[in-house]
């Protein structure tokens, strides 16, 4: 079956860094986007980054480019969400999830999204 499990999430202080992983299964990277969520305490979850299926292409939200990198170990079956220069905004429960779409761009759109992990926590506080 088709599962993904996030982890790496805890409490840093602002400016610090996190890698979440999503550990991936019952499905192949080489046909499914990945993509990083996030919902903050009393808000609608919010797209973060993710990765296309075939040419690996990225995007991000606005809010995290430069300071967020979304990578693939098609290997390993992992995605990796390093996350630099954190700040209390970037407070919430983060989330991957997986969309079978076999094609060279991805979206940050929730509803294309078809399987989720369960979400790892991030509190960035002093």
């Known amino acids: 079956q088709v599962q993904l499990v996030e982890s790496g999430g805890g409490l840093v202080q602002p400016g610090g860094s996190l890698r979440l992983s999503c550990a991936t299964s019952g499905f192949s990277l080489n046909y499914y986007a990945i993509g990083w969520f996030r919902q903050a305490p009393g808000k609608e979850r919010e797209g973060v980054s993710c990765i296309s299926s075939s040419d690996r292409d990225t995007v991000y939200t606005d809010s995290v480019k430069g300071r967020f990198t979304i990578s693939t170990d098609n290997a390993k079956k992992t995605v990796y969400l390093q996350m630099n220069s954190l700040q209390p905004e970037d407070t919430a429960v983060y989330y991957c999830?997986?969309?079978?779409?076999?094609?060279?761009?991805?979206?940050?759109?929730?509803?294309?999204?078809?399987?989720w992990g369960q979400g790892t926590p991030v509190t960035v506080s002093s």
């Open positions: 999830a997986a969309s079978p779409n076999p094609s060279s761009w991805c979206a940050l759109r929730r509803y294309e999204y078809d399987y």
